[in-house]
């Protein structure tokens, strides 16, 4: 429990985010899994650190006026979107998976990731893609192509982010951005 604070000009809100309302609150959402320690690391820097709260997703920032969560990166992205959350971090492949309507405030240049196509060895042509129809299995069903193209057709890329063709491809994308909603 924290001290009382003298009155004054100079005294310090607590942060203990029981003693302020929801509403008065900045919602911010931190990735959870192997991103968390880069945006940690950079919020510290920023003078925001993040202790360990009572419970695990919940941690507690060393200023007051905050409230953090821990999410998935995509989660964030939905929820940024839906104006449950105010702030928050997350990669530019899940923003375009996710079609939201957000405001990039910071590319950190953290965790750059890289969509890549693979397939059994044995289903290749050489290092190419047999000319038949396959399945595509990926958690990015939007940005996933459902174009079907013939031996004799030339296949457009179907977003900026992924391009399948008819050949092997690993398509660097952005980093981790900060972001708001509209």
């Known amino acids: 429990m924290p001290t009382a604070q003298p009155a004054g000009k100079h ?33 510290a820097a920023a003078g925001i650190e993040l202790r360990a709260g009572p419970r695990g997703y919940r941690p507690v920032p060393s200023v007051p006026g905050y409230e953090v969560k821990l999410l998935k990166p995509q989660t964030i992205v939905e929820m940024l979107a839906a104006g449950s959350r105010d702030a928050g971090f997350a990669g530019a492949d899940w923003v375009a998976e996710k079609d939201a309507d957000l405001v990039e405030l910071l590319d950190t240049g953290l965790d750059p990731v890289s969509l890549v196509v693979a397939a059994p060895e044995q289903l290749l042509d050489g290092r190419r893609l047999p000319h038949a129809p396959l399945v595509v299995a990926s958690e990015y069903e939007r940005l996933t192509p459902t174009t079907r193209c013939g031996p004799s057709q030339s296949c457009p890329p179907t977003h900026p982010l992924l391009d399948i063709r008819d050949s092997m491809c690993a398509v660097p994308t952005r980093a981790q951005v900060a972001l708001v909603s509209r």
């Open 11 to 43: 005294a310090m809100p607590s942060t203990d985010d029981t003693t302020l309302d929801s509403a008065s609150l900045t919602h911010l959402a931190v990735p959870k899994g192997r991103i968390e320690p880069g945006i940690t690391h950079l919020l």
